[in-house]
């Protein structure tokens, strides 16, 4: 009795805050194991602490790779041409199109942070999981010393599925997908 009293008393108390302050509620906490949707925070919240040459620059390595312009591609004359054959008229409003293209697809907008931006493409989040839970400093080095498990705040250590969610026969250009190959072609390490 007294415990539904308690748990109704936080549901309440979480209910009235918006997704916002809950998410900084969560990651005060370490996150909760719970599989509720994690808000996406977008690349430019991970770029401060993840762009320096010493600690492996994974930032502009992602920048320079074509997962970043994987929106703008949606635009070109060659994804006009893929759309039409499957009666695709905008590849950049088309879901058909954008839930490979883009981070956080379909997901409510609430859960969409104010530095998301379709136009990051195929973000860091894509691969590692929706950063709201995980992005601080504190829950970053916490997970790095293993204090905490990346997991219980949805840090996703990427491994061949997580690629091929996207690369794969559903992908209008699809030639084959060779994990060894193409993970090199994006590696971005921290250095030893
Ligand atoms: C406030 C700084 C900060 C921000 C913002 C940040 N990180 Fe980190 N991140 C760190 C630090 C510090 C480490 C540990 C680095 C080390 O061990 O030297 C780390 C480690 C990581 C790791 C390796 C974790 C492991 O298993 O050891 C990944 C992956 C990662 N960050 C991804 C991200 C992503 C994706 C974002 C954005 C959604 C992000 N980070 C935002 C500071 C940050
Ligand atoms: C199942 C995921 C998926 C879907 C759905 C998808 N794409 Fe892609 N797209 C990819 C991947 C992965 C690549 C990288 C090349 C490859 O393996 O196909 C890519 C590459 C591309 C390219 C670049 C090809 C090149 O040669 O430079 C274009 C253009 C493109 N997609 C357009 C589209 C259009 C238009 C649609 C919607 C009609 C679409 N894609 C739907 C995953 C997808
Ligand atoms: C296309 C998928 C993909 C994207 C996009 C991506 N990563 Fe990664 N990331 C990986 C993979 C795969 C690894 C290697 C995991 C492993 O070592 O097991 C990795 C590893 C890392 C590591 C840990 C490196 C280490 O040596 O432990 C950090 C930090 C990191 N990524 C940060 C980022 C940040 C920040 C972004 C965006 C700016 C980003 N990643 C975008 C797939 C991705
Ligand atoms: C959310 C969907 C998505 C995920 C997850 C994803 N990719 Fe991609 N990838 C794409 C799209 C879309 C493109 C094409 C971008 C463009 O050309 O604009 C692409 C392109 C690439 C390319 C460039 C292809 C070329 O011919 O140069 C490499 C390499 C690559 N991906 C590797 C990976 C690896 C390795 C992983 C997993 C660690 C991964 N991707 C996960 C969607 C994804």
Redesign the pocket.
Known sequence: MKTSLVLTVVALFLISFNVKDHVVTLTEEYGSTGDEQRAFVGADKCKPCHMSEKKGAQYKSWKES?HAG?FA??A?D???E??AK?G?TN?QE?A??L???IDGFGVDAKFLGEKYKKEDGVGCESCHGAGGDYWTKQVMTDISTKKIDGATVGLVKPVEETCKK???E??????G?NFEEMHKKIAHPMPK
């Open positions: 074509k994987a591609t949606l070109t060659k994804a006009k893929l759309g499957v695709v590849p088309d058909k199109c839930k490979c293209h996207c690369h794969n559903e992908s209008p250009t699809f030639a997908f």
